[in-house]
């Protein structure tokens, strides 16, 4: 039994003709009433009781029909769905965060725009490290991740900058800082000003 045995047979059985069933499937009549008689042979029993002018379903074609219909359903949306991962609007995306990056920014706004765009899709969000979120797409537990620093020469690996990171250090109003223009000397000196010895601060963003 093929495909096609169906897909005639339901038409003969929505048509109840086998002439209008043949133009409808764009198939000779007697192709068409050939396929259904090796259809009926391979089942067993008769599909159809054949009138001076049609046909009409038989007890047993009547069930049949239900079946092949629901058959034929669910292979073209087996189909459609496969298509949809094949050209990846289905499927899953796992990608990883930085627990910082998801509070506002192209972070999250991405993560919305994905599940707009691709609504078929399952989008898994993991959160973690920069270090780990590296780790795991190298073992394949990841497919992406939007980490917040990353070697800049890694031929594994492919890095798409998507955002600067604005770092701010917030200290006492009339603090003993001085009004510097340069971020790490303007720490390291509050730094020393405050009695912190041996400290630094870094921030580091996709390269």
């Known amino acids: 039994m093929e495909l096609r045995h169906l897909r005639y047979f339901v038409a003969i059985g929505e048509e109840q003709h ?15 009433s050939r396929q259904i008689q090796d259809l009926e042979e391979e089942l067993g029993f008769t599909l159809f009781d054949r009138l001076p002018r ?5 007890l047993a074609g009547q069930l049949f029909l239900e079946d092949a219909r ?8 087996a189909a459609a769905r496969a ?3 094949a050209s990846g609007r289905s ?10 990056s998801c509070w506002r920014g192209v972070v999250p706004e ?31 537990r990841l497919d992406a991740g ?16 998507v955002a ?7 200290a006492p109003k009339g603090h003993r800082s001085p009004k510097s223009k340069s971020s790490a000397c303007g720490t390291s000196q509050m730094y020393r000003s405050s009695g912190f010895q041996g400290g630094q601060a870094r921030c580091s963003t996709t390269a």
């Open 164 to 170: 600067t990171q604005r770092l701010e250090l917030a």
């Open 18 to 32: 086998y002439g209008r069933a043949a133009r409808r499937l764009r198939v000779a009549q007697p192709a068409l």
């Open 70 to 77: 629901r058959i034929l359903l669910e292979i073209s949306d």
């Open 91 to 100: 499927g899953t995306l796992r990608v990883g965060f930085t627990e910082n």
């Open 146 to 161: 939007f980490v917040n620093f990353m070697p800049t020469a890694d031929r594994d690996l492919d890095q798409l900058p």
């Open 110 to 140: 991405s993560f919305r725009r994905f599940r707009e765009l691709q609504p078929d899709a399952e989008l898994q969000l993991r959160p973690s490290a920069s270090v780990e979120q590296i780790e795991a797409i190298r073992a394949g």
């Open 54 to 58: 049609g046909v009409r379903l038989s």
């Open 83 to 85: 298509g949809r991962v």
